[in-house]
């Protein structure tokens, strides 16, 4: 599920008129004249607001000879309203994640200077490995780096780049073959409850 989507969809859908056209159309397709006489508006009113349901995918067109209609994506608007549903059963396990993010946003905030510099490596874990996923994050994954090149990277951060990656590796943040590194999947990763 993907947060901004989400938030998009419901934004865009919490004006009445776009309710109202997708009222209209839930009964089937409709012409943009047509939706504009059965809800009194103006044309342009009317393409403004489809506009906006079509950028999320709410409603799409079809051309038949010189005439465009407009359908409702039902399953799109079936699949937003089980994420919410879905948002309402998960509700802990949200706000938990919430709360991890502001505390790994603060502990970023902590360490790293306004240019992007790790100040200290932290003496508390689960403060390090918010350190480090932060660190990582820039690496791509599938992409096999050679230890020269991880020494580089690290020394944007910190230039103590053997403790960062002999970390990388106890954390299974990557693993090293033949002195190629590569990311591990996040799966593996130390975790920063744990």
Known sequence: MQLNRLVSFYKTMGDPTRVRIVALLAKGPLHGLAIAGKLGLTPPTITHHLKKLREINVVYDRRDKNTVYFHLNESLIKQQSQVLIQLLEKREEIETMVETSLESQKVIQNFFSKDGKLKNIPAQRKK????????????????????????????????D???????????????????????????????IDG
């Open 161 to 191: 780049y053997a403790t960062i990656r002999r970390e990388f590796i106890i954390n299974h943040y990557m693993y090293r073959e033949n002195g190629i590194y590569e990311l591990n999947p996040e799966e593996m990763w130390a975790k």
């Open 128 to 159: 390090k490995l918010i350190v480090f996923e932060h660190i990582v994050e820039g690496l791509k994954m599938g992409k096999k780096y050679e230890e020269k090149e991880i020494n580089e990277y690290i020394k944007q951060f910190h230039e």
